[in-house]
Nanobody, 120 residues
Framework: VQLQASGGGLVQPGGSLELSCTAS????????MGWYRQAPGKQRELVAD???????NYADSVKGRFTIARDSAKNTVYLQMNSLSPEDTAVYYC???????????????WGKGTQVTVSS
C-alpha cells in the first residue's frame, strides 16, 4: 500500500477530526500531498494540499476551519478539521502528486477513502 489513510468517523456538527495519511518515503518526499473529498452525487473536489516546501492551499469552503500539515520524519500528511458541518460529510481521499527534480509531473497516487460523517 503506497498511501495509507486513517482517522475518519462520525462526529457531531461543530466537532473536530484529524485525518492522517502515510506514504512510502520515495513518494512522500517527491510529492505535493493533498486531501480530496467526494460527497454522494458530487464530483471529487480538492480540500487542501501542501507542497514539498510546506506551502498549503485550501478550498474556499474549508479556509479557517481545516489545517493541512506534513511531517517529513514520519512521511505523513495530516488534515485537522475543526468546526465541522454536515456539508463536510464525504469520503476523504489522500493524494500524492509526484514530481521529478525538474518539477515535471510524474505520477498521481491515491489512497483508499476514509468516511467522514458529520451528523447529530
Amino acid at each position: 500500500v503506497q498511501l495509507q489513510a486513517s482517522g475518519g468517523g462520525l462526529v457531531q456538527p461543530g466537532g473536530s477530526l484529524e485525518l492522517s495519511c502515510t506514504a512510502s518515503g520515495s513518494i512522500f518526499s517527491g510529492s505535493v500531498m493533498g486531501w480530496y473529498r467526494q460527497a454522494p452525487g458530487k464530483q471529487r473536489e480538492l480540500v487542501a494540499d501542501i507542497t514539498r516546501r510546506d506551502i498549503p492551499n485550501y478550498a474556499d469552503s474549508v479556509k479557517g476551519r481545516f489545517t493541512i500539515a506534513r511531517d517529513s520524519a514520519k512521511n505523513t500528511v495530516y488534515l485537522q478539521m475543526n468546526s465541522l458541518s454536515p456539508e463536510d460529510t464525504a469520503v476523504y481521499y489522500c493524494n500524492a502528486r509526484m514530481y521529478n527534480d525538474y518539477e515535471h509531473f510524474v505520477e498521481n497516487y491515491w489512497g483508499k477513502g476514509t468516511q467522514v460523517t458529520v451528523s447529530s
